[in-house]
């Protein structure tokens, strides 16, 4: 980094307040570099929260769009280094500026945005937690399990320009509107799949479990996102935390080995998807499973999209004992 750069950034950290950390551009991939190197293998997936891991030029610009910053403004101005600092540290303020602006067809899975003063975001209420509707009846359950199925394809194909991928599946971070809609209550764990740089489709030649995508996470990282390319073929990851930490109640697909620490995985929570009506079974015990675990390659969506059908056809009452 250049002498006057280096000036620019220390004014920056002026503007920001003491003891803020400020952040550039090309400090990214060293920063994700030594993330990997700190982190044990089995939290890798944990790391896809990067949102800037595989943050796209046309991404960035548009973010400047959103905070007046015109396409002159030079990458190490103090205002471009807050704004790489609030993306990799804060983002949520600039993702729900961005979903609203650009991305609207993803809108109604995030709680409106009123505002920000310093690194403080105020949104509308969300609801209720995920959490308090485990005890509702099947029908409730079943429609709520459907929701997030659908917000996982609509992460993937709604948008024509963005992907959206989500690592952090578990309770805490869904909530339900009064209206019975789900929504996401952190979005710290996203990153924004740019279509216009990613690769022609490509399908996987064997199943793809728990160390497929450890592999991938891990060698995403270490080259410093220049796999970015190639994020979608490991989008159904989503599918797989979906199924593994929300949806499914079966013992069998409770432990994962290598996405947490050995007390983590001692931790069982009841899936949304519990005590399934005998005229559903074995079917939808089935789908769960191979959502988690597939046996070939494909078998994870395929599962995922029958059993979304199926919730559909259960809500509409036409599967009741």
């Not at 700190?38 to 929260?49: A, E, R």
């Not at 390319?229 to 593994?244: D, G, I």
């Amino acid at each position: 980094m250049q002498e006057e750069e280096r000036e620019i950034l220390a004014e920056g950290v002026q503007a920001e307040g003491k003891g803020a950390v400020i952040l550039c551009p090309e400090e990214l991939p060293e920063i994700t570099n030594t993330m990997v190197s700190v982190v044990p293998s089995i939290h890798l997936w944990k790391l896809l929260k990067s949102l800037v891991l595989c943050a796209s030029e046309r991404f960035l610009a548009q973010l400047k769009d959103l905070y007046g910053l015109n396409r002159w403004t030079r990458d190490y101005s103090p205002e471009i280094a807050t704004l790489m600092t609030s993306l990799l540290l804060n983002p949520e303020g600039l993702l729900l500026k961005f979903f609203h602006q650009y991305v609207p067809e993803l809108q109604k899975y995030f709680p409106a945005y009123l505002g920000e003063c310093g690194r403080m975001i105020v949104v509308a209420e969300a609801g209720v937690p995920l959490s308090e509707y485990l005890n509702a009846s099947w029908d409730v359950r079943a429609d709520l399990a459907r929701q997030i199925l659908q917000m996982i394809h609509d992460f993937q194909n709604a948008s024509s320009d963005w992907m959206v991928i989500f690592a952090d599946f578990s309770y805490d971070n869904f909530a339900v509107t009064a209206d019975g809609h789900i929504q996401l209550l952190d979005l710290e764990d996203i990153m924004i799949i740019d279509k216009r740089d990613i690769s022609p489709g490509q399908k996987h030649k064997s199943a793809c479990d728990e160390e497929c995508f450890v592999t991938f996470t891990k060698s995403l990282f270490q080259t410093g996102g220049q796999d970015c390319r190639v994020v979608p073929q490991y989008s159904q990851v989503m599918l797989l935390f979906a199924c593994h930490k929300l949806l499914s109640d079966l013992d069998s697909t409770k432990y994962l080995r290598h996405f947490y620490d050995e007390k983590e995985k001692q931790v069982s929570t009841v899936g949304l998807l519990h005590d399934i009506p005998e005229i559903l079974e074995p079917n939808m015990s089935n789908l769960l499973y191979s959502c988690v675990f597939e046996s070939a390659p494909g078998q994870r969506i395929q599962s995922a999209n029958i059993l979304k059908r199926l919730l559909e056809a259960t809500g509409r009452g036409y599967m009741r004992s």
